[in-house]
């Protein structure tokens, strides 16, 4: 006599930014499955108006990532039998975001930090000009290769209890990217960014909790690049003070 297929309760938050609901489904449960897995058995077999994000699905883009229970996580590469709980998982969308639908959040809140902490880069030179060597092994080079993998999946923004209690906060990615530009020889805007990460949301308001650092899955370091960037604020202010 064949075992009874052992079955999952899955939990997921149905709805807009204006309200919704949590829906719980059966999803049967496998070897190796991850959580984006059991969202894509949900929209293919149960509820096919189901609204989630995703493109890789092998921890390269990002786009996957959601609340696990209550955790952020990128659910590609999230096996279920690592987060569920007795059989059961919630999925909800990442916190600290505006939801555009279901398990999808609107990430424009995110990048527009990013672009408000001067995150692009500033060129010195033109295309025209030679390439210049960057030595590798300079402490600066060393310290903006630590944060040049971050592909911008707001794990870290979803895990700041900062930005849930400061909407104007930057947050740990903007800052981060910043940290990263302050040390690349090549960036041409030194000045431009540290006035932008010292205004008002800017690098002083983090409670350096680490959350971003804990939960962030290409194993970066956010807290510690916040760090630097408030000790280069604080040398940029008083250098400015100095020449006045």
């Excluded at 509820?47 to 786009?63: I, K, N």
């Excluded at 500033?122 to 060597?133: A, F, G, L, N, V």
């Excluded at 630590?146 to 400061?166: K, L, R």
Aim: aromatic share 4%; charged share 20%; hydrophobic share 35%.
């Amino acid at each position: 006599m064949s075992k009874p297929e052992q079955t999952l309760d899955v939990t997921v938050w149905r709805g807009t930014a204006a309200g919704g609901k949590l829906e719980t489904h059966k999803v049967p449960a496998r070897d190796n499955q991850t959580v984006l897995d059991v969202v894509s058995w949900i929209q293919h077999h149960s509820d096919p108006t189901l609204t989630y994000r995703f493109a890789c699905r092998v921890g390269m883009c990002g786009s996957c990532a959601m609340m696990v229970n209550g955790i952020p996580r990128w659910t590609c590469r999230t096996h279920v039998g690592k987060v569920a709980d007795e059989g059961k998982l919630t999925i909800e969308p990442l916190r600290n975001l505006p939801v555009i639908k279901d398990l999808a959040a609107d990430m424009d809140p995110f990048f527009d930090k990013w672009v408000a902490a001067e995150g692009l880069h500033h060129p010195t030179q033109s295309r025209q000009d030679p390439i210049e060597p960057i030595d590798a092994t300079t402490p600066a080079r060393k310290q903006a290769n630590a944060g040049i993998e971050c592909i911008n999946c707001a794990v870290c923004y979803a895990a700041c209890d900062t930005v849930a209690g400061n909407p104007e906060y930057l947050g740990p990615a903007a800052l981060q990217r910043a940290w990263t530009l302050l040390n690349d020889t090549r960036d041409g805007a030194r000045a431009t960014i540290l006035d932008a990460v010292s205004s008002v949301g800017g690098c002083h308001n983090c409670h350096s909790m680490g959350s971003c650092t804990q939960y962030c899955p290409n194993e970066l370091d956010p807290m510690s690049a916040i760090a630097g960037v408030k000790r280069e604020t604080v040398r940029h202010a008083l250098r400015r003070r100095k020449d006045a």
